[in-house]
């Protein structure tokens, strides 16, 4: 008898270790024939958004395709035409859901972590970089003055020209540091960095 994936939300060990799973691929589906630049899974608590956005990125994802590919073998989406993009795009996947300071000096501390392990994820592609570019790579992988702001910007601008294709960003909790800032007294400060950051990666970035 399959097993139940009680607080389980990657995709790739709940299929590897057969737990039982509702198949949702269709949605990938779903996802390629609306046409949307910019989609939010506004869904209640425990409703299965990580492991969505976490099927996505094993989907998409040009990393390890071949061993990816085998994850969906058995699922809806291993007979739809649309079988041809998996593996196609290189993909970001980021989470705050553990941004929840009592201040926004420790909040701006935690983000500047998160996206330096983010670039650190990726440092591969630093030696296709200019001069220019390299600089501002290392002063946000050492956690150093970076420009955090435009840091999923510029990572996603860096991934873009290393394959030469289009970039998948998937944002996990992205309102989580945003809620706690609200709930702690700093939301202003909180705020300001945030509309940078999401503002400038999510519109007029091709």
Known sequence: MKRLAI????????????????DKTKYIEDILEDGSKVKLLNRPRR????LTLSMLRYFFNIENKEENEKFF???YISN???MKYQGKYPVIFITLKDLKHDAWKECLKG???????????YSFIRESLDDRNKKKFDKIFYEEDGNYE????DISKYLYRY???KVILLIDEYDAPLINAYEKGFY?????????LYSSVLKTND
Do not use: M
């Not at 409703?47 to 990580?50: A, E, M």
């Not at 202003?188 to 940078?196: C, L, T």
């Open 150 to 153: 435009k840091g999923l910007l």
């Open 7 to 22: 607080g389980v939300d990657d995709f790739k060990e709940i299929i590897k270790e057969d737990f039982y799973y509702i």
């Open 163 to 165: 394959y030469d294709k």
């Open 80 to 82: 739809s035409e649309y």
């Open 47 to 50: 409703f299965g958004k990580t």
């Open 111 to 121: 983000i500047k972590s998160v996206i330096s392990d983010l670039y650190d994820g």
């Open 73 to 75: 073998s058995e699922l």
């Open 188 to 196: 202003d400060e909180a705020i300001n960095f945030f509309s940078i």
